[in-house]
């Protein structure tokens, strides 16, 4: 079978301007290494593990390392934090875009520092990643640095998504400690739960704020009718509370159980994102499931419960 051809940036923007679908894994080439600027430009698809192999041939553990996305464009969406614990604004140098009128943009952090920050952990509302050029020291230096997340409880089983919470260093033990009892009190137990620390950035719009932070992985058994289903939602809730009652929170790309107050406690900058977003995208061309959600959540009416 021949490999599918790569996606052009033309045919890139001439998909955005109508509007019409593109295959994303036709964006998985490596364009560029410039070893004398010590920079490596990717396309959006492309994989962390191929980048590995391209650029460290023979090393299996720089092919090996654990993402928590597959690709570049995915990790740049949401800031992932790598292998080391670093973000991943801290290895891009500048990335290439379309934005959703079908213009083809670079874009840095020095040149264009209000679009950078808002596009690296924007969740992919702003356009369509081309590619991204990344630091080829700071890639050297996550493979170097990689640290395996602690278990504190081993997988029994395939856990379908976890919650991860962030929590200053200071406020590690307590959190765990509580997680484990509030998990105990509604009687669902913990399928897993891991460790690792992580560090929080300076850059991005959507951001935590905050030096370095735990994060804490718990898996929880997902439930196999509505009424476990709504328990284990609520209990993620309450467990999100005991997060950022120690000073810590969650990611924004990954908890859709989080509360509209929950989203004001540690996002308060969410609703100036939300307002760029329409400012960038007036149209509403360029939308995925993430920025519904939080449209929706931020723009309904509160609701008092009463009970009777």
């Known amino acids: 079978m021949n490999p599918k051809p790569p996606l052009s940036a033309q045919e890139l923007c001439q998909s955005v301007r109508a509007c019409s679908p593109f295959d994303p894994a036709r964006l998985d080439r490596v364009l560029a290494v410039d070893e004398t600027r010590g920079l490596v430009e990717v396309q959006s698809g492309a994989t962390w593990k191929s980048l590995g192999a391209r650029l460290r041939p ?3 553990r720089a092919q090996k390392l654990p993402t928590m996305h597959p690709t570049i464009g995915e990790s740049l969406a949401c800031n992932a934090a790598g292998p080391d614990g670093r973000p991943t604004v801290d290895h891009v140098h500048s990335f290439t875009m379309v934005t959703p009128d079908g213009q083809l943009r670079r874009v840095d952090r020095i040149n264009n520092p209000s679009l950078f920050a808002l596009v690296v952990g924007g969740q992919g509302v702003f356009g ?6 990344l630091r080829l020291e700071s890639l050297g230096r ?7 997340p602690e278990p504190l409880v081993e997988p029994r089983s395939r856990v379908p ?6 929590v200053p260093p200071a406020g590690l033990e307590a959190l765990v400690a509580a997680c484990r009892e509030r998990c105990g009190e509604w009687r669902l137990e913990l399928e897993s739960l891991a460790v690792r ?3 929080a950035d300076e850059e991005t719009f959507l951001r935590l704020p905050g030096a370095e932070y735990c994060e804490v992985s718990l898996g929880l058994t997902e439930g196999t009718n509505l009424g476990t289903q709504v328990r284990v939602t609520q209990l993620k809730r309450g467990l999100i509370d005991l997060a950022i009652a120690r000073g810590g929170g969650f990611p924004i790309a990954c908890t859709p159980e989080a509360t509209r107050e929950q989203l004001d406690a540690c996002y308060p900058q969410l609703a100036g ?8 995208d007036p149209q509403q061309r360029w939308a995925n499931g993430w920025l519904r959600h939080h449209r929706s959540l931020l723009t ?5 419960v009463r009970w009777g």
């Open 161 to 166: 998504r976890r919650l991860a919470l962030l």
């Open 128 to 133: 369509a990643i081309y590619s991204v050029s």
């Open 58 to 60: 023979g090393d299996g």
């Open 273 to 280: 994102f939300l307002a760029e977003q329409r400012r960038i």
């Open 197 to 199: 620390r992580v560090r």
């Open 300 to 304: 309904r009416e509160r609701c008092e």
């Open 142 to 148: 996550t493979i170097a640095e990689a640290q395996t």
